[in-house]
């Protein structure tokens, strides 16, 4: 028999499914564990419960490249420490005076 080991808790239903679709294309199987609850508890709606992604031991490491390459990609905004822009967290640099985050001013 297989067994399941958590690699990530995502906020909601949404962004499981998203993670769950990166992680097998890349040929990784997940299961999400939460939803189920969700769905019996029915009033609750899905973006309030948290589901946790499992995956197979085997495939931890690979599993955490992806999910650390997702983070990364949808980071917070930031405010840029020299000119006081607000930048969407898609970028690496400033829009406006191309200074870099975390750099202060
Ligand atoms: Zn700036």
Same mark, same amino acid.
């Given at each position: 028999m297989s067994e399941w080991i958590p690699v990530y808790q995502a906020a909601n239903s949404l962004e499981a499914h998203t993670l769950k679709g990166a992680l097998e294309v890349a040929g990784i199987e997940v299961c999400l564990q939460g939803e189920a609850l969700a769905g019996a508890l029915g009033e609750l709606p899905m973006n309030a419960?948290?589901?946790? #992604? #499992?995956? @197979?031991?085997?495939? #931890?490491?690979?599993s955490r490249l992806i999910l650390e390459k997702y983070r990364r990609g949808v980071r917070d905004s930031w405010r840029c420490g020299h000119c006081g822009e607000c930048n969407a967290g898609s970028f690496e640099t400033c829009w406006r005076c191309? @200074?870099?985050p975390g750099t202060g001013a």
């Open positions: 419960v948290e589901v946790t #992604l #499992l995956i @197979h031991p085997r495939d #931890l490491e690979r191309g @200074h870099e």
